[in-house]
């Protein structure tokens, strides 16, 4: 048996090895220097992305809890318009802005006679005081005015219109909508305390509305769908979003909810949250400020459930899912790098301790035991943060099944009225991986070391982790003193 774990495991570890070094050109997920600090909107240059300007390219933000950082793909330098790209309209309402005062919108590609619509939020955490929106508008003025906004985006992965980066949705009409509130898309005030609009919940509604016309009133299925700060947003909106088309459509349409890295599981303890958890705290005291800041609106059925002051709870996905109508798929790395942070865990691969490595450990079985009773769900045991609208995210397997693989079969159970956890017969779409370590998905996406910013991969860091802890005369605790002694054994 325990011959047979090895050898597993070592198959498994050379797989790894072959599989990053053949991807370690292709993804970059380098995660910015060490000296990023969790609640400052600090943004820095996108590794991946290209400068945003004039001849249509969108840059993406590399910061805390943020954005897709492959959120789209850049337009070639002349100014040619693909049929592929998505146009910029504003809304209709002048009420519905960003936080300065500019017209919000959306970007659009039309699909005539398909009556399958995805509404995608972008991500890029928040502000919630004077400071920390003062500083996100000098640094990163996009998420707060559509001023700068180029006039087409083009969609990446689920957001493709290319049948190989996208075999299932390539052909939906497709609504982006950037993200220019800061308020995680609950916001509903036009002027605040501090000067600034937040009307996040608004927007949404307002998009929506405007979309009448282009016939999303005779659409069948609409995906609200996020990644990050708007998976978080699609958590929140998503039956409010349902109770407006019912409204417009006369119940034709069935909206459903596609979360993206947009689910962080909250303080263990509720009632007080535990500060000794400074970073946790911080988080928590930020969102707090945030909703009194914004006039967040939070689903109904959630406030219920908590005292005056206590709605904040909300935020966090497994407070909230339990209370939530519209079916709903969960795309979550188990080793999402902002839940880590915001837990005050900074993934730096080579000088990581045993401690940290146990402290990710319990982190990645708390977030899997809160996936445990989510239908629908496909959670990779990797580092990482966002997946849906990077341009190789038909490379990533839980238990052989990529992830456009599951939500097709998640739509299917949908259509057939069937919602067992299996799903349909060979056609599964709750995939959370059962391997023991962080990162021991043979598809994760390659490793940056965060000060070289060179690949790495995950036998590396084990192999390290050892020699660190030998140098110290430390003995690895847990899972990772099996690891390396089966490691060892194994030559
Ligand atoms: C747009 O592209 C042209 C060359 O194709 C370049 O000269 C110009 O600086 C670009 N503009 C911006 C704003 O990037
Ligand atoms: C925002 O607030 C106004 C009242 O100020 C209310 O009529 C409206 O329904 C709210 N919008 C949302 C989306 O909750
Ligand atoms: C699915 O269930 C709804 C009611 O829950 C029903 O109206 C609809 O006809 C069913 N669809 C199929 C394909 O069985």
Excluded at 129 to 137: G, L
Excluded at 303 to 312: A, M, V
Excluded at 435 to 464: E, F, K, Y
Aim: with cysteine; proline share 5%.
């Amino acid at each position: 048996m325990m011959r047979m774990l090895k050898s597993l495991l070592i198959l498994m570890m050379v797989n790894e090895v072959l599989s990053q070094n053949k991807r370690a050109n292709k993804v970059n997920l380098k995660v910015p220097a060490r000296n990023r600090k969790l609640l400052q909107p600090k943004v820095e240059e996108d590794p991946v992305g290209v400068k945003e300007g004039l001849n249509g390219t969108v840059s993406s933000l590399a910061h805390p809890l943020v954005a897709p950082r492959v959120s789209t793909t850049s337009v070639p330098q002349h100014n040619i318009k693909y049929p592929e790209d998505m146009k910029l309209h504003f809304l209709k309402n002048t009420m519905a802005t960003c936080n300065d005062g500019t017209l919000a919108g959306y970007y659009l590609r039309e699909s005539k006679g398909n009556k399958r619509w995805i509404l995608f939020l972008e991500g890029g955490w928040c502000c919630y005081s004077k400071e920390t929106c003062d500083v996100r508008y000098k640094s990163a003025k996009r998420l707060m005015s559509s001023s700068e906004w180029p006039t087409t985006r083009r969609g990446a992965g689920i957001l493709s219109a290319r049948q190989d980066e996208n075999p299932h949705w390539w052909n939906l009409n497709v609504v982006f909508v950037p993200y220019c509130s800061s308020d995680l898309w609950s916001g509903n005030v036009s002027k605040s305390q501090n000067g600034y609009a937040f009307l996040g919940s608004v927007i949404i509604q307002e998009v929506i509305r405007d979309l009448v016309p282009k016939g999303i009133k005779q659409a069948k299925v609409v995906i609200l769908a996020g990644s990050s700060a708007g998976g978080a947003g699609v958590l929140m909106n998503i039956d409010s979003v349902a109770s407006l088309m019912e409204e417009l459509t006369a119940d034709t349409a069935q909206v459903r909810g596609l979360v993206d890295s947009g689910w962080f599981i909250g303080p263990k303890n509720t009632k007080q949250p535990d500060c000794s958890d400074a970073t946790m705290c911080a988080v928590t005291d930020a969102i707090k400020k945030g909703l009194k800041l914004w006039n967040g609106v939070l689903p109904e059925k959630c406030k219920e459930q908590y005292n005056r002051g206590d709605e904040w709870q909300c935020f966090y996905g497994p407070k909230l899912y339990k209370t939530m109508k519209s079916p709903i798929f969960l795309v979550q790395w188990l080793y999402d790098e902002e839940q880590l942070r915001m837990e005050n865990i900074q993934p730096e691969f080579r000088s990581m301790t045993a401690n940290q490595w146990n402290n990710i450990e319990n982190i990645g079985r708390e977030l899997k035991k809160s996936l445990r009773d989510v239908p629908a769900v496909f959670a990779p045991a990797c580092f990482s943060h966002t997946l849906i609208t990077k341009s190789n995210w038909l490379e990533f397997q839980v238990k052989g099944v990529s992830l456009p693989r599951a939500l097709h079969c998640w739509e299917k159970s949908l259509q057939d009225n069937r919602s067992s956890r299996t799903g349909i017969r060979g056609c599964p779409y709750h995939l959370i991986d059962n391997c023991q370590w962080p990162h021991c998905n043979p598809t994760c996406p390659a490793l940056h070391d965060h000060v070289s910013g060179q690949a790495m991969n995950i036998l590396q860091l084990v192999l390290q982790l050892g020699m660190e802890n030998q140098k110290k005369g430390l003995e690895p605790k847990g899972d990772l003193s099996q690891l390396m002694a089966m490691l060892r054994n194994g030559g």
